[in-house]
């Protein structure tokens, strides 16, 4: 068990699989918002389903519109179980708001050094506490 302290900008509490990229992800044009899947061709997450995951990403990149897809997800269901991310932008943080998921940022030591893809994850978006279960044992 590996756990790490960051701040919670969005409450509550998620424990799921994690989903792992270091590539930032671009809401308007990037994701599927019917079934929350990354469609920006050159993502190395590219086809994958981040639905009921915890996603772990460097944050936002592309314009405002970025929250508004991810608030999409939360409406249609198929938003992250929580997200982590290390750079905090406007638009990573009011997507995290509007998607109404648990959310942790600046967490120490570094998420996308620490958690793998598979690994499962409890994050506490009120505490800023996220307890990482390796996967392989």
Do not use: N, Y
């Not at 918002?33 to 995951?53: D, K, N, S, W």
């Not at 570094?110 to 994850?121: F, K, Y």
Request: aromatic share 6%; glycine share 14%.
């Amino acid at each position: 068990m590996i756990e790490l302290t960051g701040r919670g900008i969005v409450p509550g509490r998620a424990r799921a699989r994690a989903l792992v990229t270091r590539d930032p992800i671009s809401g308007f044009g990037g994701i599927d918002v019917a079934t929350g899947t990354v469609i920006e061709p050159r993502h190395e997450l590219f086809g994958q389903c981040f639905t009921g995951r915890v996603l772990v990403f460097p944050g936002a990149k592309g314009s405002s519109g970025w929250s508004g897809f991810f608030q999409s997800t939360r409406l249609m269901g198929t938003a992250p179980a929580a997200m982590v991310f290390d750079v905090v932008t406007t638009k990573a943080v009011l997507g995290a708001i509007v998607t109404r998921v648990p959310t942790v940022v600046g967490a120490s030591p570094a998420p996308l050094d620490t958690i793998r893809t598979g690994d499962l994850v409890d994050v506490d978006g009120d505490t800023g506490r996220i307890v990482v279960i390796r996967s392989d044992g």
